[in-house]
């Protein structure tokens, strides 16, 4: 079962009300984070690509890649199948990321197909593409999908914020914060939402970039 889909400001504002009314870390972290953001991108296999380039890249690299990407029509599965590893190392891409990306064009993965089966379905058949993690399958349920109940706890930024908020004596490991997030479904995406947005206001008050 699907359960509810973030499409507007208005959800993101919904979840935020509904999470602070249960959660007094949550109702105290919002009025200082501000507006939230919808963070919604269109879904399919641009946006997986798009989440293999950029691992372990910088913003600049990856978005300079994904330009010479685009350019090249490497983003459209179908020629990214067909691509030569000279074609992807032309492209920017290292021979691992050539072959993952390959990997993912010639998944078959039914990527409408995927907008009406369950969260935990998204994952399981994402995470059968080689390169693509768990982590990568929940930002891509979270954001491409728009799925409201969706967390990424293996996220370090979210464990961090979720140490800060809440005051714990060290960060919780990925296992500890999905248990936590628990507490915050139907609207653990928008718990993500406010946890990260809280990572960066915290951050800066810490003379961090």
């Known amino acids: 079962m699907v359960g509810r889909i973030i499409t507007s400001l208005d ?32 879904d399919g296999f641009a946006a997986l690509l798009r989440a293999i380039v950029g ?13 010479r990407l685009e350019g090249l029509g490497l983003t459209e599965a179908a020629v990214m ?15 691992q990321k050539a072959r993952y990306g390959r990997a993912l064009a010639q998944a078959g993965i039914d990527f409408n197909a995927l907008r009406g089966v369950p969260d935990a379905d998204v994952v ?23 799925r409201a109940d969706v967390f ?23 296992k500890a914060l999905r248990q936590m997030a628990e507490a915050w479904s139907p609207w653990r995406s928008v ?14 008050r810490e003379g961090v970039i």
């Open 11 to 42: 959800c993101v504002a919904e979840g935020a009300e509904w999470l602070a009314g249960r959660e007094p870390a949550f109702a105290r972290a919002l009025p200082l984070v501000g507006d939230l953001p919808l963070r919604r991108e269109a």
């Open 55 to 67: 691992q372990q890249v910088s913003v600049a690299s990856a978005r300079a890649i994904w330009g």
């Open 81 to 95: 199948a067909a691509a030569s590893d000279e074609d992807l190392r032309a492209a920017g891409l290292s021979r």
């Open 124 to 146: 399981k058949t994402l995470v059968a593409v080689p390169g693509i993690g768990v982590w990568t399958a929940e930002i891509y349920a979270m954001f491409a999908l728009g």
């Open 152 to 174: 990424a706890p293996g996220d370090l930024a979210l464990q961090e914020a979720a140490r800060m908020l809440f005051g714990l004596e060290a960060r919780p490991s990925d």
């Open 191 to 204: 718990a993500a939402r406010i946890l990260w947005a809280y990572y960066r206001v915290a951050k800066d």
